[in-house]
Each structure stands twice: as C-alpha cells, then as structure tokens.
C-alpha cells in the first residue's frame, strides 16, 4: 500500500529565505512522486513530478524536488521564497507500472513574511 | 479551454436532504475523480471513473454515488447529507493512458455546509 508523509503542517519563512517542504513516501514498487499547490481558494495545480526520468525534477515558479529513493524521500526546495509562494503544498503518490489512483499527503502551509 | 468546472460554488443542506455536484471537463480526459478535503486531513479520494460508464469506490465512499453516463461529465451525489460530509469537493481528471504518473486536473471545487 502506498502513503505520503508530509512532515510539518505549516512551515513560516522570510522573503528570499530557502524554501524546504519535506515529504516521505511509502511505497511497495517504484513510485511516481507529484508535489501540488493549493492557493486560497483554488483548487489544486502541478508543481512538479518524478515519473523515474531524472531524479531531479524542476517545476514550475523555481521549485524543484529531488527522488531520493534510499530515503524515500521527495523534499521540496526553492532557493528564494517569494510572497507569492504563500500557499498549501500537497505530496502525492501513485505506484505501479500499471494505473493506480493518487495517494496525497495531509499537506503544508507554507506561510512568507515580508 | 475552460478545463475542469464544478457546479455549484458553495451549497448549504439541512440534514437529510439530498444533492448533486455536478462536474464537468473539456479536455476530452478519460478518467475522472471525486476528492473531498478537510482540514487537516489532506484530499481524499471518494469515488473515481476510468470511463464512460464506469465507476470505482475511493477511499471514502460510503454516503456518496457517482455516475458517468457521458465522458465529459462526472456526477457525485448526496442521498441524504448528513453534517460530517461538510466539506470542500474536488473534481478531477487526467487522459487516462492507464499507467501511474499522469498529471491530475483539478476544478476550483465546491464548498458544502451540512447543518
């Protein structure tokens, strides 16, 4: 069975600071990893995702993720937060070389101050 | 292209009463979901459909029904709402090649107050 573990319900930077949004997965055969964003009162966008190619993945907006599968881990950075950044970030999963349905974290509030 | 659609934007139910959400895509997708988050609890899945006439139960299933009778619709239906089902609902769908890593798209979602 599969699960996303997201460590960190809110997470509180400054302007310009890294940005670091942990997920960990769990995962019985090679997962493709999706991180999400939530604005307010939105639904959910693609950031980005691993589907087994390059095990770093550059998404939109300057995020990017690296696989690391002997962590499980699939962390979210940005090097420089932005205001607009201010936002809920979901990790998910799905398993399987066949199709499987997506499994998502119970998600982080990334909150920016000036 | 107007992408994923859902209707209504926000509903408030007495308990007991029934409704229907009604979800709608334009992008020809194949497969298509229901998803209801609560705070706290990220999204979970409660119905899905890999096509025309098809239906599969999510995680959270019990008190909702789906139908798919035409591939750019998918419907979620309240019986009889109870306060628990509270929560915000989020329609999706992706092209459906029948592997795992495609890319879901989601609708702005539908907020619902049970009382």
């Known amino acids: 069975a599969q699960s996303v573990t997201q460590l960190g319900s809110h997470v509180s930077v400054s302007e310009g600071a890294l940005v670091l949004l942990r997920c960990n997965y769990s995962?019985?055969?090679?997962?493709?990893l999706f991180w999400y964003v939530q604005y307010p009162n939105q639904g959910l966008q693609l950031l980005l995702k691993?589907?087994?190619?390059?095990?770093l993945v550059k998404g939109i907006n300057g995020f990017e993720a690296e696989f690391k599968k002997s962590e499980t881990s699939f962390h979210l950075t940005k090097p420089s937060a932005h205001m607009s950044d201010a936002a809920e970030y979901f990790c998910a999963v799905s398993e399987g070389s066949g199709y499987s349905t997506l499994t998502f974290g119970k998600g982080t509030m990334l909150l920016v101050s000036p | 292209n107007a992408g994923v659609t859902q209707t209504p934007k926000f509903r408030v139910l007495k308990t007991g009463q029934s409704m229907t959400l009604l979800c709608a895509q334009d992008m020809n997708h194949e497969y298509m979901y229901w998803y209801r988050q609560d705070p706290g609890m990220g999204l979970r899945l409660i119905h899905y459909?890999?096509?025309?006439?098809?239906?599969a139960k999510g995680e959270v299933p019990d008190g909702y029904n789906v139908s798919r009778l035409k591939k750019q619709n998918f419907l979620l239906g309240l019986e009889s709402a109870a306060p628990s089902q509270t929560s915000v609902y989020f329609c999706a769908s992706s092209y459906g090649l029948g592997r795992g890593g495609e890319t879901q798209y989601f609708g702005p979602g539908t907020r619902l107050l049970v009382l």
């Open positions: 691993y589907t087994s190619a390059a095990t």
């Open positions: 459909s890999v096509g025309e006439g098809t239906t």
């Open positions: 995962s019985s055969v090679p997962p493709y």
